[in-house]
């Protein structure tokens, strides 16, 4: 659905409206207590249901407002609102942070600094940073990674650690499984963490990559690869480059006189006719943490893919290269 434009004053008239009309009523007494109703405006010392107001000053109903750019959230905010989360606890960790926080831990290990030396700091200030890639401000408190909490993610680590263990020893006991993933795929091979910690650094301020949180669907179905959720946003940016996804289409079609499928062989246009000339997807071939700073892609680095087989490469990690999927197609 095509939401009409909201105007300042037609939010406010909203407010109006639910202040004589709907505030005192029993399904709405205690909104803020219900679960349901993570967000709020808060506007003259009120607090006032988002999607609700947003659906009174648009005159479409509240399911109309859901994730992405059209969020009730984020249009309210556009027009000049302020809106506050009523549950708000911080997040959870995710791989990204975690890659950064295991870098920093694997090079004082089994020792992680003291809370209140620069090398926590400084990590601290890089996940805010992050943060803001990753999670809505609505999502962050006071207290977003900050230096306690940044220093008992490293001692979280030490459960995990041969090294600290050996002795009997057993760290905090306290963990998620995120972090067992973490150690596992990174602990043995600190060249690679810090290749990959130095990836999502060097694009903290790239804007081929725009935060996760303002348009949350634009991977759906896509996995997140080893490297964290924005090096895969990175990937997915790039392979969507229409520029340079028209370059690699022509580049085959000129060669090859057709656009198929590298894994599977589909043809769109030899199925559908002429409703599929010119259609097919690209696939970023080169491993997501090399995807930084200077790195340009070329057309060499892209594969071209149907939807299927790109899903499927895509649906779990490790993503599948593209010779690994054109084995399964061979032995199913």
């Not at 405006?41 to 479409?60: C, Q, R, T």
């Not at 295991?102 to 004082?108: A, F, G, P, T």
């Not at 700091?121 to 999670?135: P, T, V």
């Not at 930084?292 to 299927?308: E, K, P, S, W």
């Amino acid at each position: 659905m095509n939401l009409p434009p909201l105007t300042p004053n037609a939010v406010l008239d909203a407010m109006d409206v639910f202040d004589r009309e709907i505030r005192g009523g029993a399904a709405w007494k205690a909104w803020t207590e219900n679960n349901a109703h993570r967000y709020a405006i808060e506007h003259d010392g009120k607090l006032y249901p988002v999607k609700k107001i947003a659906s009174i000053a648009s005159g479409v109903p509240v399911r109309a407002f859901s994730g992405g750019r059209e969020h009730a959230n984020e249009i309210l905010k556009r027009v000049g609102f302020k809106i506050v989360n009523l549950h708000l606890t911080n997040p959870d960790w995710l791989r990204d942070e975690l890659i950064l926080a295991l870098n920093v831990y694997l090079k004082h290990r089994p020792n992680p600094p003291g809370k209140d030396t620069t090398e926590i700091r400084d990590l601290s200030a890089l996940l805010n940073r992050l943060g803001e890639k990753l999670f809505s401000p609505e999502d962050r408190s006071d207290t977003f990674r900050n230096v306690n909490g940044v220093y008992m993610k490293l001692m979280n680590f030490r459960r995990l650690d041969p090294q600290y263990t050996a002795h009997g020893r057993i760290g905090l006991a306290r963990g998620a499984k995120a972090e067992e993933e973490v150690w596992a795929e990174f602990a043995d091979d600190p060249e690679r963490c810090q290749e990959v910690s130095d990836a999502i650094s060097a694009t903290l301020d790239d804007p081929e990559t725009e935060p996760a949180w303002i348009d949350p669907d634009v991977d759906e179905g896509i996995q997140d690869a080893p490297e964290g959720r924005l090096l895969t946003r990175k990937h997915v940016a790039r392979e969507r480059n229409r520029k340079l996804v028209q370059s690699k289409r022509k580049q085959v079609f000129k060669k090859q006189g057709r656009l198929a499928c590298e894994a599977c062989g589909f043809d769109f246009a030899a199925c559908y006719g002429t409703r599929g000339d010119g259609f097919i997807e690209c696939h970023h071939t080169k491993p997501v943490s090399s995807l930084v700073g200077g790195h340009r892609t070329h057309v060499n680095d892209l594969a071209l893919v149907c939807a299927n087989c790109h899903r499927i490469i895509h649906r779990t990690k490790p993503w599948l290269s593209i010779d690994e999927l054109k084995a399964i197609l061979q032995t199913s």
